[in-house]
């Protein structure tokens, strides 16, 4: 991947690329899915959208806005993947290698959340203006 922005270089923002290709092998021409597939890969492609507009954020509240929200799409992700094993249109084994995915970047979401709330919280008791 190239790095003309500095997003493309951060790993949660590779991880969510990678898990927008993951998912389309995953729904790849099973009509069987093909309800909970469209909404999986809809989910799936906001992922790195809401991780972009976080790290371009300036304040700590609007990136921990966007960073949540990514974080929901990753949990929703999960979701609709219990759903379609519950259904038996998707293996159990391929929900857990898509969830061992989605752990990792809830992780790095969850810590980049934790981040600009701390930044936030030493810039108010400083006083520094925003």
């Keep these: 991947m190239s790095n003309f922005f500095p ?3 951060q790993k949660v923002y590779q991880l969510g690329i990678e898990w927008v290709v993951m998912v389309e092998n995953i729904i790849e021409g099973d009509t069987r899915r093909k309800g909970l ?3 999986l890969d809809n989910i799936a ?4 959208i809401h991780i972009v507009a976080g790290l371009g954020k300036n304040s700590a509240g609007e990136r921990v806005k966007a960073f949540d929200a990514a974080k929901s799409q990753v949990l929703a992700c999960s979701a609709v993947m219990d759903m ?4 038996n249109v998707m ?3 391929d929900a857990n290698r898509g969830k061992r ?3 990792e970047m809830a992780r790095l979401l969850n810590g980049m959340i934790q981040s600009a709330n ?3 919280l030493i810039r108010n008791r400083l006083q520094v203006p925003s």
């Design 118 to 120: 701390t930044h936030e």
């Design 37 to 39: 597939a469209d909404q």
């Design 45 to 48: 492609n906001t992922i790195p």
């Design 91 to 93: 293996e159990n084994g």
């Design 7 to 9: 997003h493309e270089s």
């Design 101 to 103: 995915h989605l752990s």
């Design 84 to 87: 379609m094993v519950a259904r």
